[in-house]
């Protein structure tokens, strides 16, 4: 056995072969139980880019517990070409593991190239993994193409109402970052549900179109307030018919 030092933390690794590179060294080291190494492997490896690390990262990505290793392991990903980067993230997208879809999204979002744009399909749009599809809502606004946005907004629309508060904040931040577009599909919706948390969510989301000032409790409390007996005006400043 050798020891070596890894950005100043100490590392058990077999005796010195053609494979025992600074790199094999650092992909090894992606692997390490402690996540102090694992954080700084990432960071060597995103500091010297190099292709064959690509396919290693999008692994272990799908698998990290740790959430700063993981935005490290996004990091290190976006320093490699886009060529390599972007079939692997994109055949990524498809895994029948929810970590994976989840943090593939989340790096396509930081590339912000938009050919895997055809990668963001409904099934993933509406993922039952609350965690899949936020990364897929957050994605989606990045990459739409121009023209886009009101199919994207008429898809986002349908999961108003879903999951517990930070899915639905989530949601909204979506929507309103589409901008005008997302008003006839978030409007519908407000006017046609029976669903009262759709309902609530969808005025809270075009209170927060009109002013992102408010917050997103300050939009759903003014909207409960709309729709309980005897409210009146609209939140989104139409009178209802």
Known sequence: MTRFSLLGE?????????????AARALRALDDERASVRL??????GS???????????????SEPEFLVRDMLTWALTRHPVSVTLP??????????GQARSQALHTL???????????????????????VARSA?????????E????????????????????????????????????????????????????????LATQRLLRDPEAGFESAVAEALRFMAPGGTGDPDGEEEG
């Open 88 to 97: 692997a993230l994109v055949a990524e997208v498809a895994s029948e593991r």
């Open 147 to 202: 023209g886009g946005e009101t199919g994207l907004a008429a898809v986002l629309a349908t999961q108003l109402g879903r999951g517990g508060r930070d899915t639905r904040l989530s949601l909204s931040r979506a929507l309103v970052a589409l901008g005008e577009a997302m008003v006839p599909a978030v409007r519908t919706a407000a006017r046609t549900t029976a669903d009262p948390d759709v309902r609530a969510h969808a």
């Open 10 to 22: 100490e590392v058990v690794t077999m005796t010195a072969t053609e494979e025992d590179t600074p």
């Open 137 to 145: 809502w957050r994605a989606a606004v990045v990459l739409v193409p």
């Open 109 to 131: 979002s930081k590339i912000g190239d938009r050919r895997a744009w055809p990668a963001l399909t409904r099934e993933l749009l509406c993922d039952a993994d609350d965690e």
């Open 48 to 62: 010297t880019p190099d292709p064959r690390f690509v396919e290693p990262l999008v692994e272990r990505c799908a």
């Open 40 to 45: 700084r492997a990432a960071l060597a490896i």
